[in-house]
T-cell receptor, first 116, second 111 residues
Framework: EAQVTQNPRYLITVTGKKLTVTCSQN?????MSWYRQDPGLGLRQIYY???????DKGDVPEGYKVSRKEKRNFPLILESPSPNQTSLYFC???????????????FGEGSRLTVL | DAKTTQPPSMDCAEGRAANLPCNHS???????VYWYRQIHSQGPQYIIH???NNETNEMASLIITEDRKSSTLILPHATLRDTAVYYC????????????FGTGTLLAVQP
């Protein structure tokens, strides 16, 4: 089954304790992206990757890091989490930008993160 | 990317067609209209997209006006499981896959 898998789905942590949210897709997609969703602000893009070893900042990258060492994985790293990073996070993937399915993003089920 | 305007909420009776409008009066010639939906904090789900012509797939139909300034997503026989927030997004073809999600329309399907 084609899917984007995120882990953990729920996490409560404390300020400053490094954490990683993993994202994996099994569709051989080139493009992957992270969004965060907050009440009243909608979904905002954090980082995206057009392919292996190619990453770029989205609209709200501060406080986050990403890496794309393998095509299927795109982890989101919070080096020193702060309470303002409490949010619902979504990973998404799609085929190559510019191709016939550009814009057809497949989203994971979300990771709800609480930073105390 | 062009801005979209959607009503904040709509109701629809189960089994009837749900018609969700979207205004995108500043759309450019190479910008596509995409529709996604999000069921209660789950990951958004792609529904359909189009450029100029009307489109239909197994989930919905997309009607784009001739001047492309507005569009309507049609769910032909709404069910309770179609209750969700529906997002209308306009994006430029090619380049990146960045989608800018607005606040969408909360469609409540009533039994």
């Amino acid at each position: 089954e084609a899917q984007v898998t995120q882990n953990p789905r729920y996490l409560i942590t404390v300020t400053g304790k490094k954490l990683t949210v993993t994202c994996s897709q099994n569709m051989n997609h080139e493009y992957m992206s992270w969004y965060r969703q907050d009440p009243g602000l909608g979904l905002r893009q954090i980082y995206y990757s057009m392919n292996v070893e190619v990453t770029d900042k989205g609209d709200v990258p501060e406080g986050y890091k990403v890496s794309r060492k393998e095509k299927r994985n795109f982890p989101l790293i919070l080096e020193s989490p702060s309470p303002n990073q409490t949010s619902l996070y979504f990973c998404a993937s799609s085929g190559l930008a510019g191709g016939p399915h550009t814009g057809e993003l497949f989203f994971g089920e979300g990771s709800r993160l609480t930073v105390l | 990317d062009a801005k979209t305007t959607q009503p904040p909420s709509m109701d629809c009776a189960e089994g009837r067609a749900a018609n969700l409008p979207c205004n995108h009066s500043t759309i450019s010639g190479n910008e596509y209209v995409y529709w996604y939906r999000q069921i209660h904090s789950q990951g958004p789900q792609y529904i359909i997209h189009g450029l100029k012509n009307n489109e239909t797939n197994e989930m919905a139909s997309l009607i784009i006006t001739e001047d492309r300034k507005s569009s309507t997503l049609i769910l032909p026989h709404a069910t309770l499981r179609d209750t969700a927030v529906y997002y209308c997004i306009v994006r430029v073809g090619g380049a990146t896959n960045k989608l800018i999600f607005g606040t969408g329309t909360l469609l409540a399907v009533q039994p």
